[in-house]
C-alpha cells in the first residue's frame, strides 16, 4: 500500500499478525480448534482474527504467550501496527 505524507510517498507493507499465527500454529501441528481450546477461547474468535475481523485483545495476547512461547508484547504490538495501518489507510 501506498501512505503520502505531504510530497513524500512510502510503499509501506504491514504484516498482518494472522499470517504469523497462522505460521505458528501450523508449524507446532495444532488446528484452530485446538488453539481455541488451550488458551480458553472461542473458536468463533480465533477464526475471527484469522480473517482479520477480530482483533487480539491484551488477554488473548496473555494466552497465545503461554500456549505458543512467544511474548505477549509481540502480539499487542503485531495487533497495534496493523489496526494503525489500517486507519491510516482509510483516512487517504
Avoid: C
Avoid at 5 to 26: C, H, K
Wanted: net charge positive.
Amino acid at each position: 500500500s501506498i501512505l503520502k505524507a505531504g510530497r513524500v510517498t512510502f510503499n509501506i507493507y504491514v504484516l498482518p499478525l494472522s499470517d504469523i499465527l497462522v505460521e505458528v500454529i501450523e508449524s507446532l501441528n495444532l488446528t484452530q480448534a485446538e488453539l481455541a481450546e488451550r488458551i480458553g477461547r472461542a473458536l468463533k474468535t480465533i477464526k475471527g482474527i484469522i480473517v482479520r475481523n477480530t482483533a487480539v485483545t491484551p488477554e488473548t495476547a496473555l494466552n497465545f504467550e503461554k500456549v505458543l512461547s512467544i511474548k505477549a508484547s509481540f502480539w499487542n504490538n503485531m495487533e497495534q501496527h496493523y489496526r494503525i495501518f489500517l486507519a491510516a489507510r482509510a483516512s487517504l
